[in-house]
T-cell receptor, first 111, second 113 residues
Framework: RKEVEQDPGPFNVPEGATVAFNCTYS??????FFWYRQDCRKEPKLLMS???SGNEDGRFTAQLNRASQYISLLIRDSKLSDSATYLC????????????FGAGTRLFVKA | DADVTQTPRNRITKTGKRIMLECSQT?????MYWYRQDPGLGLQLIYY???????NKGEISDGYSVSRQAQAKFSLSLESAIPNQTALYFC????????????FGPGTRLTVL
């Protein structure tokens, strides 16, 4: 089982739609959680950190469920520019910090 | 100017050749990383360095070596390239805080024929 698993998609949605991605992680010692965005053939960039209480940044909302070991990303009012791959990232302490990247979920937003 | 730069951006080489990928950063971060990315897989850590004198193997270090020449420079070498090392390679940096994000360079697309 992969340490961090994501639905690869692709998710094809119309502009204005709401779309949600989930990510599960296997190690209960995981401590920090992030969503990164990666455009085609570009480098990943931090979209948002995920806090235990959940957090929102404009149209983006991230949630953490430690009991079920998953994090989610909700995008409201999708824009064409939201088309990208979204990477779930988990950091855990194993004597030193280890960062694990999910393989990503592809999103296509269409007019 | 970009905070994390990588050279070359694209490289095509032949099996058995020695290749060096270079990474420089102006963020003043102590920590630097090399990853490879293959289609359908997450980023895989090759090597990481928490400071100039601290270099550690990641999950897929076989066939690779690194050199941390200065705080700002971290290079990755393929001593004898093989076709399954064809991939997109990213360098990244972060500061020492446990919850800090990683900043990535633009990537090097390497093809080994």
């Amino acid at each position: 089982r992969k340490e961090v698993e994501q639905d690869p998609g692709p998710f094809n949605v119309p502009e204005g739609a709401t779309v949600a991605f989930n990510c599960t992680y296997s190690n209960s010692a995981s401590q920090s959680f992030f969503w990164y965005r990666q455009d085609c053939r570009k480098e990943p960039k931090l979209l948002m950190s995920v806090y235990s209480s959940g957090n929102e940044d404009g149209r983006f909302t991230a949630q953490l469920n430690r009991a079920s070991q998953y994090i989610s990303l909700l995008i409201r009012d999708s824009k064409l520019s939201d088309s990208a791959t979204y990477l779930c990232v988990v950091k855990l302490y194993t004597g030193g910090f280890k960062t694990i990247f999910g393989a990503g979920t592809r999103l296509f937003v269409k007019a | 100017d970009a905070d994390v730069t990588q050279t070359p951006r694209n490289r095509i080489t032949k099996t058995g050749k020695r290749i060096m990928l270079e990474c420089s950063q102006t963020k003043g971060h102590d920590r630097m990383y090399w990853y490879r990315q293959d289609p359908g897989l997450g980023l895989q850590l090759i090597y990481y360095s928490f400071d100039v004198k601290d270099i550690n193997k990641g999950e897929i270090s076989d066939g690779y070596s690194v050199s941390r020449q200065a705080q700002a420079k971290f290079s990755l070498s393929l001593e004898s390239a093989i076709p399954n090392q064809t991939a997109l390679y990213f360098c990244a940096t972060s500061d020492t805080a446990s919850h800090s994000e990683q900043f990535f360079g633009p990537g090097t697309r390497l093809t080994v024929l």
